[in-house]
């Protein structure tokens, strides 16, 4: 028989440019490019001073114009 458990483990903490860096690497992998545009935009979602779909309809004008 097993038993569940809790798992309180926490993810580590990442200060905002650790954590852009890191998406930054992820897209480069995957063999997409990143702009400084896109940087500004997480900067913001991260700190909280806008939202992800305020940036992502954003981004969407952004395509359209």
């Given at each position: 028989m097993t038993v569940a458990r809790?798992?309180?483990k926490q993810a580590p903490v990442r200060s905002v440019e650790e954590a852009i860096q890191f998406?930054?690497?992820g897209?480069?992998?995957a063999g997409g490019?990143?702009?400084e545009a896109t940087k500004a935009?997480?900067?913001r979602v991260a700190n909280g001073t806008s939202t992800l779909e305020k940036e992502l309809a954003a981004?969407?004008?952004g395509l359209l114009s």
């Open positions: 809790k798992v309180t998406a930054t690497a897209v480069r992998l490019a990143v702009t935009a997480s900067r981004f969407r004008r």
